[in-house]
Antibody
Framework: EVQLVESGGGLVQPGGSLRLSCAASGFTFSRHAMHWVRQAPGKGLEYVSVISSSDGSTYYGNSVKGRFTISRDNFKNMLYLQMGSLRADDMGVYYC???????????WGQGTLVTVSS | DIQMTQSPSSLSASVGDRVTITCRASQDINNYLAWYQQKQGKAPKSLIYAASSLQSGVPSKFSGSGSGTDFTLTISSLQPEDFATYYCQQYSSHPLTFGGGTKVEIK
């Protein structure tokens, strides 16, 4: 059974940093591209970032480019999102998601909540 | 960036109704279009990929169609468990982008 479990969310001050983690199990992690998607309170889904399975290529949404860094550890089956220069509009639930081979997202984690406030 | 526009943003329907949601891309995305369902307070669930292919385990009452810039998601006979918000997403080019969502409510 595919499982994605996010952790690391919490309360952080504006301008601060936070690292999110996603523990993957039930599949060959190294074969799949992995995504982060977020959702502000009461709003729709917003794309954050993706990291490829093969060469580690990364892409970012325009609102987080230069502030967030996605990475992965294929030995530990872990996905990470290092978030910096956090702002109030970064607040929300962050979801880790698996990409089916060469296709769209097929599995989602339950999410971790990030709150940015002084 | 490719803009994804969903319509309507919300709709009210009755159990048993046939419901259609539209998603339009700002440029040709071939069939690189996915649909997701999200119930209140829950994580999204993947429904459809490649515009018309059902994810494993998704009931056949859901169907998708379209190619290029215009796509639809149809629920053939709405059931109580289908009341949720539905999102389209293009995965033709980065950054991947979502539509604004369509909330399906009970009439």
């Amino acid at each position: 059974e595919v499982q994605l479990v996010e952790s690391g969310g919490g309360l952080v001050q504006p301008g601060g940093s936070l690292r999110l983690s996603c523990a993957a199990s039930g599949f060959t992690f190294s074969r799949h591209a992995m995504h982060w998607v977020r959702q502000a309170p009461g709003k729709g889904l917003e794309y954050v970032s993706v990291i490829s399975s093969s060469d580690g290529s990364t892409y970012y949404g325009n609102s987080v480019k230069g502030r967030f860094t996605i990475s992965r550890d294929n030995f530990k089956n872990m996905l990470y999102l290092q978030m910096g220069s956090l702002r109030a509009d970064d607040m929300g639930v962050y979801y880790c998601a698996r990409e089916a081979l060469g296709s769209a997202i097929d599995y989602w984690g339950q999410g971790t909540l990030v709150t940015v406030s002084s | 960036d490719i803009q994804m526009t969903q319509s309507p943003s919300s709709l009210s329907a009755s159990v048993g109704d046939r419901v259609t949601i539209t998603c339009r891309a700002s440029q040709d995305i071939n069939n690189y279009l996915a649909w997701y369902q999200q119930k209140q307070g829950k994580a999204p669930k993947s429904l459809i990929y490649a515009a018309s292919s059902l994810q494993s385990g998704v009931p056949s009452k859901f169907s998708g169609s379209g190619s290029g810039t215009d796509f639809t998601l149809t629920i053939s006979s709405l059931q109580p468990e289908d009341f949720a918000t539905y999102y389209c997403q293009q995965y033709s080019s980065h950054p991947l982008t979502f539509g604004g969502g369509t909330k399906v409510e009970i009439k």
